[in-house]
């Protein structure tokens, strides 16, 4: 199947049509645990009809699903949507009753567009059942309440780690200029100059820069660095309020160091309408020597890299404090995606525990591992206690990867396999994102609500995010700065905080 069918096809609905009452005709509805009682003798598999985002070109193998089908007695219809279209399906069908029983939402902010629907009463409540399940009672509880809608929980999560965000740097770099790792900003800033002034890869040329950057203030340096600096994340609660991160003094204190590095060209000129692909594309071909984001992202930059110089080295770094002596990092709320349960689809009690059931076998080490590293042999093999992922990633794409969508929990909750990293930078990224978690700076609204911010919080921050290039690039102000903050507040931001503080206060009662 070429990729225009492919396209067409999972353009097309699909009608799901339910068999009443064959849920709690499974193995799983006869276990107590799954649904409330001895049931008749068994019908046959679970039906379970799913949608999920598909983050790779072609739809998956269904080896894997077959594989699932049997070890857990289901028989799945899996709707796999492509990622770029995945959002607007999810609301047309939606809007048109024909969601599956299982639903992701592909991230936080997908689930904070539905929580007026969960309000509603159009989706099951599944906080209660979950301690029935071995496995689904392992899920992390603060990450439950960042999934939870006004106290209540509704979805299962995808767990992602807290926080990913350091320095990847060229140590090779490093070590021609005598330059050990940066442990504070003011560091971070020298190497950043000597990458850009010192000829730190030898050609006797002055074509290099310190740091490549992108357009986007958050998952590019910017927010990684106004942490090191104090920043909130996001919001912060101040006497009894919450108020955004721009508000903090802090944040000036970020944007006059973002100015420096650009004005004295330690920084890519255009980094504020720079896409991930060129900002990368500029570490990769050696024009650039440290990238700060995901510290995960160093396998797949040194992958590129040795193509175009194989004597490069790369190292990682997390812990570089800010001015007040401390490290902190933003962490985001823990997970990716969240799996909700729609009454339209799943029409008793007995039907969603019996779906329950299925996840609850998801997160056996046996079914988790399966989705998440394939099968032994083909997709990574055994070294004692850990395992060598394939280096076949075209294999790994089209049988494995897909199926990764469909996990919920993840290696806190479930008994993961551990791999070995052939790359030495990767293994080091690994400990220092759980280093991360000493250090986390939370955002206090992640299960708070605002009608005001799901309305015009977008919007809103538009006007934040094109202050802040403004101010670095030396168009405005500390005064024009704040003239951007007062507009905020005046078209919504006011509410916003009001209403953000409304629920974080009716939440602690």
Known sequence: MNKKQVSLLLSTTLAVSLVAGCASGTKEAEQPNAAGGQAEAPKGPTKISIMANLHTPEVPSDMIEKLVEEKANVDLDIQWVPDGSYEEKLNASFATGTLPQVVYMKNQTSLIMFRDAIRNNQFWEIGPLLKDYPNLSKLDKNVLNNVSVDGKIYSLYQERPLSRQGLIYRKDWADNLGLKAPTNTEELYAMAKAFTENDPDKNGKKDTIGITDRSDLVYGAWKTVASYFGVPNNFEVKDGKIQPEFMNPNYVETLKYFKRLHSEGLINKDFPVTS???????????????????????????????????????????????????????????????TLFPKSAVKTEAELKAILSFYDKLMSPELGNLIYWGVEGPHYKKEGDKIVPSEDKKLTDREVKAYQALQVGGESSIDMFVPIHTLPAKDKAEKLVKDNNKSLIHDPTAPLDSKTYAEKGARLQELIKDATYKYILGSIDEAGFQKAVDQWKSEGGNAIMEEFTASYNAAKK
């Open 276 to 338: 991930k692909t060129d900002q990368q594309n500029l570490f990769i071909t050696g024009k650039a020597g440290m990238y700060i984001g995901s510290m995960g992202d160093v396998v797949s930059l040194h992958t590129k890299m040795i193509d175009v110089n194989p004597n490069i080295v790369l190292d990682v770094q997390n812990d570089i404090k800010g001015p007040q002596g401390t490290f902190q990092v933003w962490a985001i709320p823990g997970y990716g995606s969240a």
